[in-house]
């Protein structure tokens, strides 16, 4: 949100000085329930986002313009920040309300499109392995053959459970994927640049050791001080690139704030599901490739050590990956929900 704090105080000062407004204002429950929008509000940087359908407007509490669909200005009779509420003026009111009973034919509030599982490595990239003794016999273990089991398993419990988004596997057969080929997946399944799509990739873990002591999930998303560009060409073509920039900042906040509570709700189910499990490595910054990469909200989750030897007998069960993949679709599916509802 401080993005559209920053959007605004930066292009206010373009516009020319309007005259001094009405006093006659209302409520601004009154505009969400006759048009059934939703407000997200950040109470700590005093702007508010309002969304319905394809539609979003930007405001912040005293700032003659608002933002229409991060992009487009518009001059305004300035929202006021009241002890606690938020109060339109009349005339901004008619302009928000007939923008807002637009969108709100379109599309339900923050749809989620589709969701990415994919199953790292493949082909001639087998990712960590470690070789154990059986019945006499030398038996490979590989991160590729694990992860593909499980992204399989996670698809199709998502598939069962929510109904609406689309799940695509970025391999569902042991081929070998560049990078870049697993990001565009994500990337070609928006239909518009306001498509959202999450993508999930999963792996396990393996320390530099040949056998070690360490075990348990960790979940990684890229860190905030990682600039990417996150908005599409077609979005900023139009725009000044001041005025790109700060959408573009605005957005990617926005993509990193989304990762880390889709991290956290992946990793609480995984501890209610599997409380066996240690989870304390917990939710990490990095910047991995297919997380950088993906313009949209992403995490890698690391299901446990190949080289430990507890936790990858547990891997090899069929029984303990159904369970694991249970418990990340029950994560990823709770924040679908609390996503597109999120006020």
Do not use: C
């Amino acid at each position: 949100m401080t993005g559209i704090r920053r959007i605004l105080a930066v292009l206010a000062t373009l516009l020319v000085i309007v005259p001094a407004w009405a006093d006659s204002s209302r409520d601004i429950r009154e505009l969400l329930d006759e048009t059934g929008a939703v407000l997200e509000w950040d109470d700590f940087g005093r702007t508010g986002l309002i969304w319905s359908g394809l539609d979003s407007i930007g405001f912040t509490p005293g700032e003659p313009v608002a933002v229409l669909d991060f992009a487009d200005l518009i001059r305004i009779e300035p929202v006021v920040y009241d002890h606690g509420r938020l109060l339109v003026p009349d005339a901004t009111f008619d302009v928000f309300a007939e923008r807002l009973r637009q969108g709100g034919a379109t599309r339900t509030i923050r749809e989620v499109k589709a969701i990415v599982i994919d199953a790292g490595h493949g082909g001639h990239d087998g990712g960590a392995s470690r070789s154990v003794t059986e019945n006499g016999s030398t038996v490979v273990i590989m991160e590729k053959e694990i992860v593909l089991d499980l992204a399989i398993r996670v698809a199709s419990e998502l598939t069962s459970i929510l109904n609406g988004p689309e799940i695509v596997l970025s391999r569902d057969t042991d081929v070998f994927l560049e990078l870049d080929e697993r990001t565009e997946i994500a990337h070609s399944l928006r239909d518009d640049p306001l498509d959202n799509v999450l993508f999930v990739s999963i792996h396990a873990n393996a320390s530099g050791l040949q056998w070690t002591d360490a075990r348990g999930v960790e979940i990684y998303y890229l860190p905030a001080t990682h600039r990417r560009q996150v908005l599409e060409s077609e979005t900023t073509i139009s725009l000044d690139p001041a005025v790109s920039s700060i959408l573009n900042d605005l957005k990617e906040e926005e993509f990193t704030v989304e990762s880390v509570l889709m991290g956290q709700y992946v990793l609480e189910s995984i501890n209610r599901q599997i409380p066996e499990t240690p989870v304390e490595r917990g939710i990490r910054p990095a910047s991995f490739f297919v997380v950088r990469e993906a313009r949209m909200p992403s995490i890698l989750i690391e299901t446990g050590f190949v080289n430990n030897r507890e936790e990858v007998a547990l891997l090899r069960s069929t029984d303990y990956r159904q369970r694991m993949s249970h418990a990340i679709a029950l994560g990823i599916a709770a924040y679908v929900h609390d996503f597109e509802h999120m006020q």
